[in-house]
């Protein structure tokens, strides 16, 4: 029963925080730093559907919601792409 609880707690603050479920080995940084990116997409998108949707009734933080979720798309893309490129330079292997 606790092992199923101790699971339960798990799954609800990675779904709560849109991060799904984390790979089972994390040794490769890589694929744990792909489930942040891919928390971190969908809870920009969240940002812009919920702003989307509410424009009508506040425009002031529905605008400011649609705005902050494309800026975090933004600077997700660079930081990942930013970060590909300096571990391909790290872990190059020369001819």
Known sequence: MIE???GFWKFTKNALFFLGTPPDDISDG????RSLIYGGYRLSVAMIIFGA???LWD???S???VVS???MISIIITA???GATYDDNKNRKEP
């Open 4 to 6: 199923k609880m101790s």
């Open 30 to 33: 890589w694929k744990f730093r």
């Open 53 to 55: 949707l509410t424009f």
């Open 59 to 61: 425009t002031d933080v």
């Open 63 to 65: 605008a400011t919601l």
């Open 69 to 71: 979720g494309t800026s």
């Open 80 to 82: 990942y792409v930013a």
